[in-house]
């Protein structure tokens, strides 16, 4: 099928967050300049790599002295919820990160889940939907740059780039670290999240702990 590109260039917002209850949520990178918006949903874990692999190259960026890379987010920043309407376009399978030197912008890009991301991880479960318990392979995210003409088939998985300066990068970790954070709490006795309707700890010998 032809290939859609979904590119936004230092858009208004670009966040990362979910809808559901803890325990149930589904996550998604949301992205919006004027009227046009536009999301796509993924696993919580590749949100955390992603923050973490973006943390990594900010601190690698601030090293070098590039403008807003070591900047301090803002105590508050950006706490509202995702944009209506939701206008999801497709799943991410796998996410990119890079940076153009040229203009001084980080790259964030998701690549559309395919069938053969589905085979290359069978038996994994692609849900999307238990915020707390994912351990699934969050993709291929690289911290190369992203060829800017790697996408110019016609044919292909459909593109979700972003391109930002690294001061709102500092803001959209920021962000996406507290709707990580926003899940279910820990079991105090064996670490694993907490049910709402009760919780199974291997700890008190599979004895149901409320």
């Known amino acids: 099928m032809p290939r859609r590109r979904f590119l936004f260039d230092q858009p208004d917002r670009f966040i990362a967050g979910t809808i559901g209850t803890p325990g149930s949520r589904t996550f998604f990178l949301q992205a919006r300049d004027g009227a046009r918006t536009v999301a796509v949903s993924l696993e919580k874990v590749q949100v955390a790599v992603l923050a973490a692999r973006l943390t990594d190259l900010l601190e690698e960026l601030d090293q070098r002295g590039i403008e807003g890379a070591g900047e301090i987010p803002d105590a508050v920043g950006d706490t509202g919820p995702l ?62 740059p992203v060829d800017p003409h790697d996408d110019a088939a016609e044919d292909g998985p459909d593109i979700f780039r972003i391109r930002f300066e690294p001061a709102a990068a500092r803001q959209f970790v920021a962000r996406a670290m507290r709707v990580l954070a926003a899940g279910r709490p820990p079991c105090p006795l064996c670490g694993q999240p907490l049910d709402p309707q009760g919780h199974l700890c291997p700890r008190r010998n599979g004895h149901l702990l409320n």
Do not use: C, K, Y
Not at 95 to 122: C, K, M, N, P, S
């Open 83 to 144: 944009d209506e309407p939701l206008n999801e376009v497709f799943r991410a399978g796998t996410l990119a990160l890079g940076w153009d030197t040229a203009d001084e912008l980080i790259l964030i890009e998701a690549r559309e889940l395919t069938e053969e991301d589905q085979e290359d991880d069978a038996g994994e479960d692609l849900s999307g939907v238990d915020d707390d318990d994912d351990d699934e392979d969050a993709g291929d995210d690289d911290d190369e």
